[in-house]
């Protein structure tokens, strides 16, 4: 059974820090390109960062590029994304998708607000 389950969302402050996860299970994790999305209220789902399968190379949204880093620990099949200096417009549900066979995670809310 495949699942990838984002934790870490939550209310943060602008210019506040995050760091997200994503726990995978039931495929061979180390060899998929993994990737972060996000879909903020009537808009689309949209890119935000990919990572190689051994994390040795990386990809950005415009938008997020020097404040978002995306990660990869093989041995604990889970990849994070490390958000800092957030800003109103990061405000989104974030979901985990493997690139490889196409699965989605379920997401988690992230709300950047004062």
């Known amino acids: 059974q495949v699942q990838l389950v984002e934790s870490g969302g939550g209310l943060v402050q602008p210019g506040g820090s995050l760091r997200l996860s994503c726990a995978a299970s039931?495929?061979?994790?180390?060899?998929?390109?993994m990737s972060w999305y996000r879909q903020a209220p009537g808009k689309e789902r949209e890119l935000v960062a990919s990572?190689?399968?051994?994390?040795?190379?990386?990809s950005y949204a415009d938008s997020v590029k020097g404040r978002f880093t995306i990660s990869r620990d093989n041995a604990k099949r889970t990849v994070y994304l490390q958000m800092i200096s957030l800003k109103s417009e990061d405000t989104a549900v974030y979901y985990c998708?493997?690139?490889?066979?196409?699965?989605w995670g379920q997401g988690t809310q992230v709300t950047v607000s004062s």
């Open positions: 998708k493997d690139r490889f066979r196409g699965n």
């Open positions: 039931g495929f061979d994790f180390s060899i998929s390109v």
């Open positions: 990572i190689s399968s051994d994390g040795g190379s990386t």
